[in-house]
DNA sequence: ACCGCACCCTGAGCGC
DNA sequence: TGCGCTCAGGGTGCGG
């Protein structure tokens, strides 16, 4: 699901329910590949701690916690960080869906998927990280300890430069694509978003990284802070499971020029947007407006 | 260092 | 109805 819009806007609406206050309680469910630090262990540490800030590094939320230890979040392909007190036809299943009379409350009931539950001290919605694939990740960082993972992270996708990217892409043979989606070279670039930039921009996906001018580097480095920005603004995209906290629809699923447009007439030149797979994921491009 | 690929997991949607 | 297949906003780890 989400990239750096959708995560930028969950830490946005987020944020003003967790910062400040303190954590009564957390229930998980069974230990998996989603808990990075196991459930009990995460259950005592995060018992009593007050939550002073909530920070985006890329696709991570990193909450900082009073006695200086961290809580990361990775929300992979599904996940859903959200308030209790959130509506959507995304938390249900289908077969909940189509059983859903017109006027049904939308009111959502922690299920299976559902791996944290987090109480907080007074009065508020709970706070819900549910994940039907299980490809995000929790994990629970002591105070003073770096974590790889962030420390593997590029300049976030909204500070990279088109030096930077000249400089990466040098004696590269990946598509720019590739690159793209690579998080050392920009933190938070996803599917959609590489897509929508390379769009943008006028260069293919699959040209090879070397190939990639200067020119074009700066033309994709600015098209990524448009294309970024600008989904921050509408809340992000909502394809198949993202939602806002609150349980809203992003908006610029409605903006997409190429992603998830296969077959349909570019928007500039009418030519049939192609899909092709490049680096094992999606890419939808035009040929005439990209080279 | 770089590159391509398998794999982690679950559900939706399709053709038959 | 059911089966088998493909597809999905991500990331890691392996071998060549």
């Given at each position: 699901m989400p990239e750096l819009p959708e995560v930028e806007t969950t830490r946005r609406q987020i944020a003003p329910l967790l910062v400040g206050r303190r954590i009564e309680r957390v229930e998980t469910t069974a230990a998996?590949?989603?808990?990075l630090t196991a459930p009990q262990d995460l259950i005592r540490a995060l018992a009593g701690r007050r939550v002073d800030a909530l920070d985006r590094r890329g696709k991570y939320l990193v909450a900082r916690l009073d006695e200086g230890a961290r809580l990361l979040l990775h929300l992979g392909m599904t996940g859903q960080l959200f308030s209790s007190e959130a509506a959507s036809v995304?938390?249900?299943s289908s077969t909940a869906r189509a059983s859903l009379?017109?006027?049904e409350q939308l009111e959502f009931e922690p299920d299976q998927h559902t791996h944290l539950r987090i109480t907080l001290e007074g009065r508020g919605p709970q706070i819900y990280f549910r994940d039907v694939r299980k490809f995000g990740k929790v994990q629970w960082l002591a105070p003073g300890v770096a974590n790889e993972r962030l420390d593997r992270l590029g300049p976030d996708a909204l500070d990279v430069t088109g030096e930077w990217l000249f400089e990466a892409s040098r004696?590269?043979?990946?598509a720019v694509k590739s690159l793209l989606l690579d998080q050392r070279i920009a933190?938070?670039?996803?599917n959609i978003y590489a897509d929508e930039a390379l769009f943008l921009a006028g260069?293919?996906?699959?040209?090879?990284?070397?190939?990639?001018t200067r020119r074009e580097c700066h033309k994709l480095a600015e098209s990524l802070r448009q294309v970024l920005q600008r989904s921050i603004e509408t809340g992000?995209?909502?394809?198949?499971d993202y939602v806002a906290p609150d349980g809203s629809d992003g908006g610029y699923q409605d903006e997409r020029?190429?992603?998830?447009?296969?077959?349909?007439?570019?928007?500039?030149?009418g030519t049939a947007i192609r899909r092709r797979v490049i680096g094992q994921r999606s890419s939808h491009y035009c040929v005439a407006c990209q080279s």
């Open positions: 998996s590949y989603f808990f995304r938390l249900l009379a017109p006027e004696g590269r043979r990946v933190a938070g670039v996803g260069v293919r996906p699959g040209r090879g990284a070397r190939r990639v992000g995209s909502s394809i198949s020029k190429v992603y998830g447009r296969k077959n349909e007439p570019c928007l500039v030149c």
